[in-house]
């Protein structure tokens, strides 16, 4: 499940959400429900990957910010989710396409956000995150799946708003989407 919201004043707010979000999917109440983030790399509790238990059991999350909205993402398993502004990718072209994205989106902002949005949901399930390069996924919007590491992955590709992108990599695993 993945939640599309306001985001909150302060990332202790989105934080709450993601809890409550949790506690929904898993149908317990928030108090059975312990998320935090940890950066892999250093181990902070400050930055980093978000993660989740209920009762104790890991539970697949992911979170992921863009210009006035927020993406909280529920899962049994790894997943990563990334939500972007086509305009924002518009403004500030990158410098992480492969030539294969480069022709298939020939010009259109909309797809370059695409890939740009399915490079960071795949390196978030993965969980190194930019510590990779993202250059090193190739993604194919039109085929809704990304290639990493000699491995194709599915991609649910969504454009809740005409200026909004939203990226869900799960393994295949079925996904909804709710505003609130």
Request: aromatic residues 2%; negative net charge.
């Amino acid at each position: 499940m993945v939640s599309l919201r306001a985001p909150g004043a302060h990332p202790s707010v989105d934080r709450e959400a993601l809890v409550a979000a949790v506690a929904t999917v898993a149908a317990v109440d928030t108090v059975a429900v312990r998320a935090g983030r940890v950066c892999q790399h250093c181990g902070a509790t400050d930055h980093g990957r978000p993660w989740a238990t209920v009762h104790g059991e890991p539970v697949g999350v992911s979170l992921s910010r863009a210009p006035g909205t927020v993406a909280l993402a529920v899962g049994p398993g790894p997943l990563g989710v990334d939500v972007e502004r086509v305009s924002r990718v518009a403004a500030a072209p990158l410098d992480v396409f492969t030539a294969g994205e480069v022709a298939r989106a020939a010009g259109d902002p909309a797809v370059l956000a695409a890939c740009w949005a399915g490079k960071e949901a795949v390196l978030k399930r993965d969980g190194r995150g930019l510590r990779v390069d993202p250059a090193s996924v190739d993604v194919d919007v039109l085929a809704a799946q990304a290639t990493f590491e000699g491995s194709v992955q599915p991609l649910v590709i969504l454009h809740p708003e005409p200026d909004l992108v939203l990226v869900v990599a799960a393994g295949g695993a079925a996904v909804s989407v709710q505003a609130g």
